[in-house]
């Protein structure tokens, strides 16, 4: 009888032990982890036009510099913002955004994201539990994350920075992550913008024009040829050395083959065209406000 209470005196004392241990290293249901947990955060704005109810995910990048795992989701809302936590990760992390509407530049009308399109944007680095706000993912962001996946080693943070830094120079807007374009659209919004912004948002307008142009029935499509265009390093209408197939981009029907001006006078022409066009174009601005950037597309090789 007396082994027997020993034992039983034994096995409560381990039980309890356990459950104090366990409660001082935060292990009990529900609550916020170990002290010194980490929590990081990523926000910014979807813009293609804003970009709103679409779907933004996080993913890390593997040590081969492709997608890796996610880390982070959140739906944009009507004026494209998002915000998501994204635990401790730390390292370069690619954006993605699909789904949602926006409203399309060139026509002034509501339209969806054409199905399988999708927006993205690469950060060359973040540390653990980092808070980095005023992210932008763009058409320019989505080209130049296709590059920088393209190129030998795929999504390093060199990589990354390279191509994003020379996106900009492209566009004469100094950093395409966090400069916020100007939306044509609202009235006024030239006076308000300095010129990279400016810059920005007449670019986004131009691949809409571009896309209307084309009758394209989703704007949305000329993202995933710009894409294609850039991931090589040179917007010519090829990828590497075969020309761009756009039958089936933004819901696009016939064996349309993209033009090799298409990222270069084509923008600028596409940019004249909507600037003129006061119905939609309500920023104020005029072919003067925008002749440098202009002048550069066309005179342009397309070397990125």
Not at 228 to 247: F, L
Request: charged share 10%; net charge negative.
């Amino acid at each position: 009888m007396n082994a027997t209470k020993d034992l039983a005196w034994t096995l409560s004392t381990f039980f309890l032990s356990a459950v104090l241990v366990l409660t001082g290293c935060g292990g009990g249901g529900g609550g916020g982890g170990t002290s010194g947990s980490t929590t990081g955060t990523l926000s910014g704005t979807a813009a293609k036009g804003p970009v709103n109810g679409g779907t933004v995910t996080a993913y890390g990048v593997n040590a081969n510099g492709t997608r890796g795992s996610q880390i982070g989701t959140v739906k944009t809302n009507a004026q494209g913002n998002f915000s998501m936590h994204v635990g401790d990760y730390s390292g370069a992390v690619m954006l993605q955004l699909s789904g949602g509407n926006y409203m399309d530049e060139a026509t002034g009308q509501t339209m969806n994201m054409y199905q399988n399109t999708v927006m993205t944007a690469a950060i060359p680095d973040m540390t653990s539990g980092e808070t980095i706000g005023n992210i932008e993912i763009t058409p320019v962001t989505s080209m130049a994350q296709a590059w920088a996946q393209d190129m030998t080693g795929g999504m390093t943070q060199a990589n990354i920075a390279s191509s994003n830094s020379a996106m900009g120079q492209f566009f004469n807007i100094g950093d395409i992550l966090t400069t916020h374009p100007m939306d044509p659209l609202v009235q006024d919004s030239g006076a308000g913008s300095n010129q990279e912004q400016r810059n920005y948002g007449m670019i986004l307008a131009a691949m809409s024009q571009e896309a209307t142009d084309l009758t394209m029935p989703y704007s949305s499509g000329m993202v995933t040829a710009m894409m294609g265009d850039a991931s090589d390093g040179k917007m010519d209408g090829m990828t590497g050395n075969t020309q761009i197939y756009m039958g089936g981009m933004g819901g696009m029907m016939g064996g349309i083959m993209m033009e090799s001006t298409t990222g270069t006078s084509g923008l600028a022409n596409a940019m004249t065209a909507f600037i003129n066009n006061t119905m939609v174009n309500k920023s104020g601005l005029t072919t003067t406000d925008m002749q440098t950037l202009i002048n550069k597309l066309n005179t342009s090789n397309g070397t990125l």
